[in-house]
């Protein structure tokens, strides 16, 4: 009888701690091409940007940086990010490389997630970050198009979930980067290679962190 009751006991326990958890987000796998020549180029960038010579590009994130695409629609956001190679519309950091831009995860306006890439495959999304930082983009621009409450509502579930499976340190918007230069998370080699940002900016972050204030997330160097 006590042996019965110890286990059931064990069970309450268990099923106590897995009802707690909030519920996963519906993520909708959307994956973009990450084949050889993606890997080399992303090899290649993290040697002469960052240092690092992995056997693999992959990342230990520390980091979620929250972006807006700037492309009104997820078609054209999700063929953005799909080949592996930048393409010529992007003369502002075509020099620094010829990988093309991604992110793990897209955002529809309607609140959908889409993944695009696994959590830890490297991705160029942030300068001197991309180490550390998963990358979630959502579809919008911030003005004539700017990002609706229930992408809003996904990020939050999204950031809570990873937040569950890695070591979350620090959640930024696009436009905070430049704050943790000279921080020890900081591993970008060319000074002169800054972009200026406004994405999703400071209202979209606030209502993201306000509601992220249970996690233990570090303040933003200021």
Known sequence: MAHFFHKAVIWLFLFSCATSLPNPPDIIQKPI??????????????????????????????????????????EKSFEAFYPSRLPDTRPDIQSASALNVSVPYLIDRDGQIYQLMPDTLFARHVIGLNHCAIGIENVGDGDQHPLTDAQLKANIQLIRHLAQKYNIEY?????????????PLWKEKDPGYLTEKDDPGDVF???????????????IPE
């Open 171 to 183: 959640v930024i918007g696009h436009h905070e980067y430049q704050r943790f230069i000279d921080h």
């Open 205 to 219: 972050m606030r209502k993201i962190r306000d509601q992220l204030s249970s996690l233990p997330l570090k303040p």
């Open 33 to 74: 091409i990450f084949d050889q020549e993606r890997k080399e180029l992303s090899l290649a960038y993290m040697e002469e940007h960052y240092g690092l010579t992995p056997a693999s590009p992959t990342i230990q994130p520390t980091m979620i940086v929250v972006h807006h695409t700037v492309i009104p629609t997820f």
